[in-house]
C-alpha cells in the first residue's frame, strides 16, 4: 500500500477521519442504543465523579439527563453549595435532586439516623415514581432539555443509591425491583457502596469497581472545594 493509500485508511478509522472535534450547539436529540444498567461501586473516590461526567456527555449529545442524588448529606467540611449543581444548572437537559442534606447514616455526626432512613425512602419513592413516568414516555424521541424530569428522561442516575441499600435504609430488592421497573430504553445508572453489590452481578451490564490506591483522607486532608465538592 503507498503512503497516500495507508494514510486515508489510518483517517478513515480515526474519530472524525482525523478532523479535530468542535462543539456545537445542543439540540434536543434521542439516544440510539441507550438501555443498559450500570453500576459504579468501590472504596475509591470517583464514583459520583465517573456518572456526573458521563451524564454531561450525554446532555451534551442532547439527551434528557437525571441525577436523584441518596444520602449526598456530606459533612461539616462540605458546603451546602456543590460546584457540580451549579454546572448542572448550567447545563441544558440535565438536572438534578438532592434527598440528603446532612451527615452520613451510622457515623456518629449528630444527624437523625431515623431522618436519613426517611430521606432514603423517599429517595426510593422518587425513583420508582420517574421509572413510571419513563414507561409513559417515548424515550426513542428526543425530549425538550428544559422539561421537568417527569416528562421521561433518557439516562436517570440514582447516585448513592447502593450506599442505602447496604445500610438497611432500602432493601437490596428494591434496588432489583427499580431495575425490574426500567423502561427498555432508558439508562440506568447505580452508584455508591464499598461492599460488592453481588446481588447485581446477574442484572447489570456494566459492573465497575473504582478501586483506592492512596487517599490523601489518610493523611488528614479533608474534602476541598472543587474536588470533593
Same mark, same amino acid.
Given at each position: 500500500?503507498?503512503?497516500? =493509500?495507508? %494514510?486515508?485508511?489510518?483517517?478513515?478509522?480515526?474519530?472524525?477521519?482525523? =478532523? %479535530?472535534?468542535?462543539? %456545537? =450547539?445542543?439540540?434536543?436529540?434521542?439516544?440510539?442504543?441507550?438501555?443498559?444498567?450500570?453500576? /459504579? /461501586?468501590?472504596?475509591?473516590?470517583?464514583?459520583?465523579?465517573?456518572?456526573?461526567?458521563?451524564?454531561?456527555?450525554?446532555?451534551?449529545?442532547?439527551?434528557?439527563?437525571?441525577?436523584?442524588?441518596?444520602?449526598?448529606?456530606?459533612? #461539616?467540611?462540605?458546603?451546602?453549595?456543590?460546584?457540580?449543581?451549579?454546572?448542572?444548572?448550567?447545563?441544558? +437537559?440535565? #438536572?438534578?435532586?438532592?434527598?440528603?442534606?446532612?451527615?452520613?447514616?451510622?457515623?456518629?455526626?449528630?444527624?437523625?439516623?431515623?431522618?436519613?432512613?426517611?430521606?432514603?425512602?423517599?429517595?426510593?419513592? =422518587?425513583?420508582?415514581?420517574?421509572?413510571?413516568?419513563?414507561?409513559?414516555?417515548?424515550?426513542?424521541?428526543?425530549?425538550?432539555?428544559?422539561?421537568?424530569?417527569?416528562? +421521561? *428522561?433518557?439516562?436517570?442516575?440514582?447516585?448513592? *443509591?447502593?450506599?442505602?441499600?447496604?445500610?438497611?435504609?432500602?432493601?437490596?430488592?428494591?434496588?432489583?425491583?427499580?431495575?425490574?421497573?426500567?423502561?427498555? #430504553?432508558?439508562?440506568?445508572?447505580? #452508584? +455508591? %457502596?464499598?461492599?460488592?453489590?453481588?446481588?447485581?452481578?446477574?442484572?447489570?451490564?456494566?459492573?465497575?469497581?473504582?478501586?483506592?490506591?492512596?487517599?490523601?483522607?489518610?493523611?488528614?486532608?479533608?474534602?476541598?472545594? +472543587?474536588?470533593?465538592?
Amino acid at each position: 500500500m503507498n503512503d497516500d =493509500r495507508q %494514510s486515508e485508511a489510518t483517517l478513515e478509522n480515526t474519530p472524525g477521519q482525523g =478532523r %479535530s472535534p468542535e462543539a %456545537s =450547539r445542543i439540540e434536543a436529540d434521542a439516544p440510539e442504543e441507550f438501555g443498559l444498567v450500570q453500576v /459504579w /461501586w468501590g472504596d475509591g473516590k470517583g464514583k459520583t465523579t465517573a456518572t456526573l461526567g458521563m451524564g454531561m456527555r450525554a446532555a451534551g449529545h442532547g439527551y434528557r439527563v437525571h441525577v436523584l442524588q441518596f444520602m449526598k448529606g456530606g459533612a #461539616s467540611s462540605v458546603e451546602a453549595v456543590r460546584g457540580e449543581y451549579n454546572a448542572i444548572e448550567a447545563l441544558p +437537559g440535565i #438536572s438534578y435532586e438532592n434527598l440528603g442534606h446532612y451527615g452520613w447514616h451510622g457515623m456518629a455526626d449528630g444527624s437523625d439516623e431515623a431522618d436519613h432512613e426517611r430521606q432514603a425512602q423517599a429517595g426510593l419513592d =422518587r425513583a420508582e415514581t420517574l421509572l413510571e413516568c419513563g414507561t409513559n414516555a417515548d424515550l426513542d424521541a428526543p425530549i425538550a432539555l428544559g422539561a421537568p424530569p417527569e416528562d +421521561g *428522561v433518557h439516562m436517570l442516575i440514582l447516585d448513592e *443509591v447502593l450506599y442505602a441499600a447496604d445500610r438497611g435504609l432500602i432493601e437490596t430488592d428494591d434496588v432489583l425491583a427499580l431495575i425490574d421497573a426500567k423502561p427498555d #430504553s432508558l439508562e440506568l445508572v447505580l #452508584s +455508591g %457502596s464499598h461492599e460488592p453489590p453481588t446481588y447485581l452481578e446477574d442484572r447489570a451490564d456494566l459492573i465497575t469497581n473504582v478501586r483506592k490506591e492512596k487517599h490523601p483522607i489518610e493523611d488528614g486532608q479533608r474534602a476541598r472545594r +472543587g474536588t470533593e465538592y
